[in-house]
């Protein structure tokens, strides 16, 4: 058997197999298969043989290869010098002169450009010159096409001799050529294009196209159409004045302008046709030549009503105006050059431009106007005589909601008029400080309200509305005098009580529309506008509004402590000449208050258990409103005062410490009545109501209460009189 038919590139041995076994009979075929079995192990193994053999001869002849191998490359080395020596001077040379031939070539290629262009400058010149002489003819025969012709190749000729010294004198004279011609066919021209003579019409702007003056042209016809246009505006201005104290006039001024831009692109619509067909790409260039002519000859008038408008009206007519622009943009500037463009905008803008620098610091002169013609801001003026009547303060939460809400509008107008455009911040910035100015002056009102208020109450004055607390020395067997006991004002009160929800209606209102900017910014479409507010308002250090805010908690703060003051009035009057009371080193409690809370105590209790029914509120109420209403408020404030006042008690006989635990325990008895308890005071009745030989158990107790057990403990083992040297009790009438 052949190794051949295996090294065949595409062998498939299930093919081979079926090949050889294909003719032998089925009861030959095992003994076929062994057979062809052994001949290829036979195979195998001469062919494991054959490779051992030749491998082994490899082998063998490996070192001297190797050898040789060494030898050829070192020879080769040595060629390689021996050319280079040989061959470095000549190829050196050789590269050196191709280099110097090179610049030789340069050189002369620039000189033969230099030839060329001054051959080309003397045959232009040559050209020009000639031409000149012959123009005059060509201008006496009328003929406008072959003059038209003739300036155009003297134009480019022109173009080519830059630089040559009779240049400007050509220049001056061609275009002397081109305002002949131009005078030639310039009234014809426009004739024709006013009489819609469309042939003449082509004709002529053919002709001035190949000099370059088609715009001249297109401009003098357009100053032709204007004019009815313009004279819109003049007869507005005659039939609709400007009159002070009367807005009628701003209203008419928003009508007429929606009624002018209508008229405007009806009358470029129903031209655009004729426009197209006589122009061709020019009828975009005479659009916008109408519509920025019509802009300048009416401007004088525009800065004038503009400039009067307030800002409602004029955001109004602004709008209108972009409006009308972008729709021409839309219809006829499709093709248009970015510059035509610009100066499409540029026309539509300009009435408006100083008006949009100044524009965040009219709306702040607007609103602060709007927050002295509020009612309450009105009234109080500059007299300091105006009573304070509920009917006053219930104003100002009104008034807050209607200057916010003018303050949002005031922000989208901005926003729309302005145009902020990118990385400028200031039109952003003067919003800013515009809507801070006047919320910080609308607060400012509100707290020259809340100081007029608490000076007309006299809250500070501590000592109003009492009398002696110390009992008469002529008089022992008599009670000591009554602390007068007044009450709350409910006229005063409501007042106090409507002021505080008017403060805290404007902190939230002002909550809300600082919610709202926010929102509003975020919802602004990506563009300069947005990017400009956002960095603004976004950055941590300009949080939206901060100083007005800043402001506006000021207020807010102020108005509940006059609230707070008046409530707690009473309590501070009747238990300021507490810890001088007399009663506290004597020997005995006094007859008349053996066993009771002292009289002014009672009062405090008294005014404490009134508050639901002088506020208008029921137990179930303040059960639910807990800790949030006045009345809570003013229960804790009374003990934690009580507490502080026994403090300053100088001296406490055995007497006197069982009228403090009396007291403690009636007071936090008032306190109990509406589900109150403050910790300090249990801990001071503990104390006070216990035995010398309970002392300890007591503090125990009390520092389970508050952590200040120990000072009042302390408070108290100070101020107790040694047993015998207590002030003698009067002694009874």
């Known amino acids: 058997m052949s190794a051949q038919a295996f090294q065949q590139p595409g062998f498939d041995p299930r093919a081979w197999i079926n090949k050889e076994l294909s003719g032998v009979p089925r009861g030959a075929l095992e003994s076929t298969v062994n057979a062809l079995s052994l001949k290829l192990q036979v195979l195998g193994n001469e062919l494991?043989?054959?490779?051992?053999?030749?491998?082994?001869?490899?082998?063998?002849?490996?070192?001297?290869?190797?050898?040789?191998?060494?030898?050829?490359?070192?020879?080769?080395?040595?060629?390689?010098?021996?050319?280079?020596?040989?061959?470095?001077?000549?190829?050196?040379?050789?590269?050196?002169?191709?280099?110097?031939?090179?610049?030789?070539?340069?050189?002369l290629h620039a000189k033969k450009a230099k030839l060329d262009q001054c051959l080309d400058t003397l045959s232009q010149t040559v050209y020009l010159n000639e031409n000149v002489h012959t123009m005059d003819a060509a201008f006496q025969e009328g003929d406008t096409a072959v003059i038209a012709s003739e300036i155009h190749k003297m134009q480019q000729a022109l173009e080519a001799i830059k630089g040559y010294e009779h240049h400007d004198k050509l220049a001056a004279k061609i275009a002397k050529y081109e305002e002949g011609l131009q005078e030639m066919v310039e009234s014809e021209c426009v004739t024709a294009l006013l009489q819609r003579d469309i042939p003449k019409a082509k004709e002529h702007l053919r002709t001035l196209e190949k000099i370059g003056r088609v715009n001249d042209i297109l401009v003098?016809?357009?100053?032709?159409?204007?004019?009815?246009?313009?004279?819109?505006?003049?007869?507005?201005?005659?039939?609709?004045?400007?009159?002070?104290?009367?807005?009628?006039?701003?209203?008419?001024?928003?009508?007429?302008?929606?009624?002018?831009?209508?008229?405007?692109?009806?009358?470029?619509?129903?031209?655009?046709?004729?426009?197209?067909?006589v122009l061709g790409s020019n009828a975009t260039q005479v659009i916008l030549e109408y519509y920025t002519m019509v802009q300048r000859d009416t401007a004088h008038v525009q800065n004038k009503y503009y400039g009067s408008l307030s800002p409602p009206c004029l955001v109004q007519c602004f709008t209108k105006s972009v409006a009308?622009?972008?729709?021409?943009?839309?219809?006829?500037?499709?093709?248009?050059?970015?510059?035509?463009?610009?100066?499409?905008?540029?026309?539509s803008y300009s009435p408006y431009a100083q008006l949009q620098v100044q524009y965040p610091?009219?709306?702040?002169?607007?609103?602060?106007?709007?927050?002295?013609?509020?009612?309450?801001?009105?009234?109080?003026?500059?007299?300091?005589?105006?009573?304070?009547?509920?009917?006053?303060?219930?104003?100002?939460?009104?008034?807050?909601?209607?200057?916010?809400?003018?303050?949002?509008?005031?922000?989208?107008?901005?926003?729309?008029?302005?145009?902020?455009?990118?990385?400028?911040?200031?039109?952003?910035?003067?919003?800013?400080?515009?809507?801070?100015?006047?919320?910080?002056?609308?607060?400012?009102?509100?707290?020259?309200?809340?100081?007029?208020?608490?000076?007309?109450?006299?809250?500070?004055?501590?000592?109003?509305?009492g009398g002696?607390?110390?009992?008469?020395?002529?008089?022992?067997?008599?009670?000591?005098?009554?602390?007068?006991?007044?009450?709350?004002?409910?006229?005063?009160?409501?007042?106090?009580?409507?002021?505080?929800?008017?403060?805290?209606?404007?902190?939230?209102k002002f909550a809300l529309f600082t919610q709202w900017m926010e929102g509003y910014i975020a919802a602004l479409p990506a563009g300069p506008a947005a990017d400009a507010l956002r960095h603004v308002y976004g950055s941590a250090s300009g949080r939206v509004f901060a100083e007005a805010g800043q402001e506006v908690q000021g207020m807010e703060d102020m108005v509940e402590s006059i609230a707070f003051d008046l409530l707690f009035a009473p309590v501070r009057r009747q238990l300021a000449e507490l810890p001088a009371m007399p009663t506290w080193a004597q020997a005995q409690q006094s007859q008349y208050y053996a066993g009771t809370p002292l009289e002014s105590l009672r009062h405090v209790g008294d005014h404490l258990l009134s508050l639901p029914d002088t506020l208008g509120q029921s137990?179930?109420?303040?059960?639910?409103?807990?800790?949030?209403?006045?009345?809570?408020?003013?229960?804790?404030?009374?003990?934690?005062?009580?507490?502080?006042?026994?403090?300053?008690?100088?001296?406490?006989?055995?007497?006197?410490?069982?009228?403090?635990?009396?007291d403690v325990e009636y007071l936090e008895n008032v306190l109990s009545e509406f589900g109150q308890e403050v910790p300090s005071l249990k801990a001071l009745l503990l104390l006070a109501s216990a035995a010398p030989e309970e002392y300890a158990a007591a503090l125990e107790d009390a520092t389970k209460l508050t952590p200040e057990a120990a000072a009042l403990h302390a408070m108290l083992q100070a101020k107790r009189l040694p047993a015998g040297t207590a002030t003698p009790s009067p002694p009874p009438q």
């Open 48 to 107: 494991n043989t054959s490779f051992e053999d030749q491998v082994m001869q490899a082998l063998a002849k490996l070192p001297m290869c190797s050898i040789d191998l060494d030898r050829v490359s070192r020879e080769v080395g040595q060629l390689s010098v021996s050319l280079t020596e040989m061959l470095t001077p000549d190829v050196i040379q050789k590269q050196q002169e191709a280099e110097a031939a090179t610049v030789s070539i340069s050189k």
């Open 220 to 277: 003098q016809y357009t100053r032709h159409m204007v004019g009815p246009m313009s004279g819109e505006w003049k007869k507005f201005a005659q039939e609709v004045p400007m009159t002070p104290g009367d807005d009628t006039w701003e209203f008419a001024l928003v009508d007429f302008l929606d009624a002018f831009n209508g008229k405007l692109e009806r009358a470029l619509a129903e031209s655009c046709k004729y426009y197209t067909e």
């Open 324 to 347: 009308c622009m972008e729709a021409l943009k839309d219809r006829y500037f499709d093709s248009a050059t970015e510059a035509q463009v610009s100066m499409l905008a540029e026309a």
């Open 361 to 465: 610091k009219t709306e702040e002169q607007r609103l602060l106007a709007l927050i002295r013609g509020f009612r309450f801001v009105r009234e109080l003026g500059n007299s300091s005589s105006v009573t304070i009547n509920p009917g006053l303060v219930g104003g100002i939460s009104e008034s807050a909601s209607t200057l916010l809400q003018e303050c949002q509008q005031a922000v989208e107008r901005c926003v729309s008029f302005t145009l902020i455009r990118p990385g400028d911040e200031a039109q952003s910035m003067q919003l800013a400080k515009a809507i801070n100015s006047v919320v910080a002056e609308f607060t400012k009102r509100v707290l020259d309200v809340s100081t007029r208020l608490r000076r007309a109450l006299a809250l500070d004055d501590d000592a109003s509305g």
């Open 468 to 508: 002696s607390a110390n009992p008469s020395p002529t008089s022992p067997s008599r009670p000591p005098p009554s602390i007068g006991f007044d009450g709350v004002d409910p006229v005063r009160l409501k007042i106090c009580l409507q002021l505080h929800s008017s403060a805290a209606g404007v902190a939230q």
């Open 619 to 662: 137990s179930a109420e303040l059960d639910r409103n807990d800790d949030y209403t006045w009345v809570v408020l003013v229960l804790k404030r009374t003990a934690e005062y009580f507490v502080g006042q026994v403090a300053k008690i100088p001296q406490l006989s055995e007497a006197g410490v069982k009228q403090l635990a009396t």
